[in-house]
């Protein structure tokens, strides 16, 4: 949908002259050309360049090492006494992989985009949000006085377990947020939704016996193909209850392994799941009902073990329609000369931390598109999609905050 426009007033046209796109687009590419994979990697380059920038743009700037090399980050544009607003993004890349066609960590400018590992997930969103919180950083001199902070908050380990957001909400924040804008690349779309994410690992022990006399044995495999079923099952049923905003969770077996040998009656198998949440669900909860499930199915019993572990979990999260920060986020796209619309997301994010555990609303809004463009080869994203989120996040704060 489209917002209805509203005219720039004199103070907001004249805090957003202060951003420009060649600025936006050279701190990508030198956050891009600190390399921040995960695995494999670490975080500490691309933290040092962002840091850097924020330094110089005269915010306040701490950092963290949530584990050796790999630092979280917090910067801050101080003003009044009340609520802030947070943006929140995270440092670290998936690894580039084959396919390239030039060196992803040398970025490179092609038809109006800036190619290379990280521009759309989510470097790009970083450098809006600094623009964005420089242009601020002039509010006074058009005669606005922010209510109050705004701050950035980069953490490490999106890309893989979390470490970095789960560190973050466990310290207590100096300020109060009245909402975060997660700077995630959601083709400039206001995302008010996402489903979390978790991660079980089942182990099934079983018992070995020469296939010539499988009833000698307890077969693992078979053991696991009794769970997959109960999976499929409990999948169907909650795709019965699916929302309009987040849809319902889901079941996915990504991984199987086990056994000894063809002529031996398997005596383990693994399973590796993803189970796709809504705001609400506990990862913990729904491990303890498939073990219950397996109990009742008569499963674990007569020699063989069943193991039902969480090994990751990131929460779901659902801001209100009606909500300030969702409606001031539409006008502030609109406002920047793009069409948006309002939805949900089927990923993830680390704002469901901040919304679960800090009581923070949030919402995703980004530049650049997930889908088309982040986790492939040449990820690139257009260079006025980068100024049209600067634009957005300012105008976000200023009426927030203005």
Not at 10 to 15: F, T
Not at 20 to 39: C, F, G, I, K
Not at 112 to 137: E, H
Not at 255 to 282: F, Y
């Amino acid at each position: 949908m489209k917002g209805d426009a509203v005219s720039l007033t004199e103070a907001e046209a004249g805090v957003l002259s202060h951003i420009s796109a060649d600025t936006v687009a050279m701190l990508t590419a030198s956050l891009v050309e600190a390399p921040s994979e995960n695995p494999g990697g670490t975080e500490a380059a691309a933290v040092d360049v962002l840091q850097k920038a924020c330094r110089s743009a005269g915010f306040t700037v701490g950092t963290h090492d949530v584990a050796p090399e790999r630092p979280n980050l917090v910067a801050t544009l101080p003003a009044g006494d009340g609520p802030g607003l947070m943006f929140l993004g995270h440092s670290d890349v998936v690894p580039a992989g084959p396919g390239w066609t030039s060196d992803p960590y040398r970025p490179r400018m092609a038809d109006g985009r800036i190619v290379g590992r990280g521009t759309t997930d989510m470097k790009g969103g970083l450098a809006a949000v600094v623009a964005a919180m420089q242009a601020l950083s002039h509010a006074s001199a058009y005669g606005v006085e922010l209510s109050g902070p705004v701050q950035l908050v980069c953490t490490v380990d999106e890309e893989e377990h979390g470490i970095g957001v789960r560190d973050f909400v466990t310290r207590a924040p100096e300020h109060t947020f009245a909402g975060c804008i997660v700077a995630e690349p959601t083709d400039l779309q206001v995302v008010r939704g996402c489903r979390g994410a978790s991660y079980l690992e089942i182990d099934i022990t079983g018992r070995a016996a020469h296939s010539g006399r499988p009833a000698d044995g307890r077969s693992a495999i078979e053991a696991a193909a009794s769970i997959i079923d109960l999976i499929r099952f409990d999948h169907q049923q909650l795709a019965m209850t699916a929302d309009d905003l987040l849809g319902s969770g889901t079941w996915n077996v990504g991984t199987i392994a086990g056994g000894q040998g063809i002529s031996v009656v398997a005596p383990m198998c693994n399973l590796g799941i993803d189970r796709r949440l809504v705001p609400d669900e506990s990862a913990e909860t729904i491990a303890a009902q498939l073990r219950a499930a397996i109990r009742d199915s008569a499963i674990d019993t007569d020699g063989i073990i069943v193991d039902v572990r969480v090994t990751m979990e990131m929460p779901g999260f659902a801001t209100a329609a009606d909500h300030p920060l969702v409606t001031t986020a539409v006008s502030a796209v609109t406002d920047s000369g793009r069409t948006t619309s309002v939805g949900g997301w089927s990923a993830a994010c680390d704002g469901g931390f901040v919304s679960r555990d800090l009581g923070v609303p949030s919402i995703v809004l980004g530049p650049g598109n997930i889908n088309a463009e982040a986790h492939q080869p040449n990820e690139s994203v257009a260079i006025a999609d980068l100024e049209s989120a600067a634009r957005t996040y300012a105008l976000a704060a200023l009426r927030l905050l203005g």
